[in-house]
């Protein structure tokens, strides 16, 4: 099986008559600064305000026939208040003057009587991205000219490649095509402004192979912000099958412990988990199974993770983080040893620390090693695998963060020799994450982006598998 590649072609950015949206840029400013000054006159010690605006067009087929189309237009002011050490939030999309002030009115009166937070505030104005070094190159909104017609014919193309890939495809849970778009304006008294326009694009399709007890279901997508470059629809389609006949006559296995070998699009939520400990909720929580990391080796020392806002088109960038803060490529973990958080202003306050500009999230992150060669492929990998597991599909949301203890449910294939031997399902992996991070083995050349997430597959020494 050969994954679909995309194919990037540059394209210019749209003029506002084309961008589809209801209001103007300048309109939001008008909001916020309308909602801000209210706030002012009420008595807040501080405020912020955000303008939104989110629309898109949905669609989905299945066997050859339209199944659903759906468009979605939203928009929403929210505002935050602060009252000396108290704070309070509250929203709308009602943008009349008069709904403006009473939404700015009841967040006032909620922090009036919300408890008081040592650590609640605005942050720091030194913090703060200026306009003038905000990056405005990194290309985040392509909107896609696409009516719900264009957009059938396209999720009809992706099932029917799918289809003809093999007769012993039998079924389709459908195919669909999604086109969304967004911008939003934001500002605060710490002197922070700005805003911008965003889109993501995506078509899918989920295939059913076999018949009776037999069949066998998988599922391929493309995800991108312009659409020019999603994968080509056909293979798609023909990817998502040969993924499906891969797995008919899947066998159950005995109970055993062996290597691992998740598949890229799983290994990218192995680093999603090791985001989540060592972020500031989880941090002051103490509900992390990687307290006190810092400057720490949590991972083996040919593991590297580096974080970039500043990818043009990257699904991860910004050129601030939610609350306006400055956000800066950085080497999260060097050679195995953490060298960063990732922080907003408030948990960062919460550990004694400054904010690594996260709040929201990780930006565009890229885990590697050291020891992986060009050639790395998935055939390659499976190789240093040797005999053990390669896991393609993942189902329950066991991780303990706590303790770290894993336990998935999983399917995917018995290996023997560096050969796949045959597919196998309803078995269960488990492990603990401090041992398994610690226990990454080799990390493939064949990376995948899953969101704001692009790794390769990655071998994990040893887990338990549990099988019949």
């Known amino acids: 099986m050969k994954k679909p590649n995309s194919s990037p072609a540059p394209s210019a950015a749209p003029s506002t008559a084309d961008t589809g949206f209801s209001y103007s840029r300048p309109y939001f400013e008008e909001l916020v600064d309308t909602a801000l000054a209210h706030a002012k006159k009420l008595g807040a010690t501080d405020a912020g305000a955000e303008a939104s605006e989110g629309s898109g067009l949905s669609v989905s087929v299945r066997k050859g026939e339209l199944e659903n189309v759906e468009r979605n237009r939203d928009k929403s002011l929210g505002v935050t ?122 078509i899918s399709v989920s295939p059913i192979a076999g018949k009776g007890k037999d069949m066998q279901r998988d599922a391929w997508y493309s995800s991108m912000r312009h659409p020019d470059d999603l994968a080509a629809p056909e293979a798609i389609g023909r990817y998502a099958a040969e993924r499906a006949l891969s797995r008919l006559k899947a066998r159950k296995i005995a109970t055993t412990e062996c290597a691992v070998l998740f598949e890229s699009p799983l290994a990218a939520g192995l680093l999603g988990s090791f985001v989540q400990a060592i972020s500031g909720g989880a941090l002051y929580r103490k509900s992390s199974f990687l307290l006190d990391s810092l400057g720490k080796r949590v991972l083996p020392k040919h593991i590297d993770i580096f974080e970039d806002p500043f990818v043009k088109r990257g699904k991860g960038s910004s050129p601030f983080d939610d609350e306006g803060v400055k956000v800066k490529a950085r080497q999260v973990v060097d050679a195995g040893e953490v060298q960063g958080y990732f922080l907003g202003s408030y948990s960062a306050r919460k550990l004694g620390m400054k904010t690594t500009g996260n709040a929201g999230g990780s930006h565009n992150l890229t885990l590697s090693s050291r020891l992986t060669r060009a050639g790395d492929n998935l055939d390659a990998m499976l190789k240093k695998l040797g005999t053990g597991l390669l896991v393609t599909e993942l189902m329950g949301s066991g991780v303990n963060y706590v303790t770290g203890d894993y336990s998935r449910g999983a399917s995917g294939f018995w290996v023997e020799n560096g050969l796949i031997a045959y597919p196998v399902h309803e078995i269960t992996i488990a492990g603990n994450m401090k041992a398994m991070l610690k226990g990454i083995q080799a990390v493939g050349a064949d990376t995948y982006n899953y969101g704001s997430k692009t790794v390769g597959s990655i071998l994990v020494n040893r887990m338990k598998v549990a099988g019949s």
């Open 81 to 202: 208040v602060y009252v000396g050490k108290r704070r309070g939030n509250a929203s709308t999309s009602d943008f009349s003057r008069a709904a403006i002030e009473q939404t700015v009115q009841a967040a006032y009166d909620i922090a009036r009587f919300t408890a008081q937070d040592p650590f609640a505030a605005l942050p720091d104005a030194r913090d703060v991205a200026p306009q003038s070094k905000q990056r405005a190159d990194l290309d985040l909104f392509q909107p896609w000219a696409i009516n719900s017609e264009q957009a059938a014919q396209l999720a009809l193309v992706i099932e029917a490649a799918a289809f003809a890939t093999s007769k012993r495809i039998t079924n389709s849970e459908g195919a669909a095509v999604s086109a969304q778009q967004s911008h939003f304006f934001s500002a605060h008294t710490h002197g922070f402004r700005g805003g911008y326009a965003s889109s993501r694009h995506s």
